[in-house]
């Protein structure tokens, strides 16, 4: 069964509703339509808001889009996203069924973070994003207040 970008949406965030639930977290959704973000997740006293995403996996490379697109009457649109409308982006890798958390400082101006699962062949660490600096339960659990 091939699955519609909408439903891969929703899988996504819901499973990273049930992570952060999971972890104690209070998740929060918006009542309309037309917020930048998916979810308010309370990290008390902190509420972040938070954009949720699909993860792809190709070979040991997650990719996950940094921007929110559409079809207009002028074509297909892309919008990055502001620290004035979100404050990070969760993702959810199907293949893995597994959550990262992504705070906004590690994405401005990015259309695309790439999260690596596993050593390059190349031997390259140096600007490497790695997948496990981003687990979403090690990141909220250092977040979350009392």
């Excluded at 970008?5 to 999971?22: F, H, R, Y």
């Excluded at 921007?67 to 982006?89: C, N, Q, T």
């Excluded at 259309?111 to 496990?132: I, M």
Aim: proline share 5%.
């Amino acid at each position: 069964m091939v699955l519609t970008t909408d439903q891969k949406g929703a899988i996504a965030e819901a499973a990273i509703a049930c992570a952060a639930i999971k972890l104690g977290v209070g998740v929060f959704k918006p009542l309309s339509d037309g917020e930048r973000y998916d979810l308010i997740l309370d990290l008390r006293p902190q509420l972040v808001r938070v954009q949720c995403k699909t993860a792809v996996r190709r070979g040991s490379v997650l990719a996950i889009p940094c921007y929110s697109a559409r079809r207009s009457p002028r074509g297909f649109l892309k919008r990055l996203y502001s620290s004035a409308e979100i404050d990070a982006i969760a993702a959810y890798c199907a293949d893995l069924d597994r959550c990262f958390f992504i705070p906004f400082d590690e994405i401005p101006g990015r259309t695309c973070l790439q999260l690596r699962l596993s050593p390059a062949r190349n031997g390259q660490r140096s600007g490497v994003n790695w997948g496990d600096d981003f687990a979403f339960d090690a990141r909220l659990t250092a977040l979350l207040g009392p």
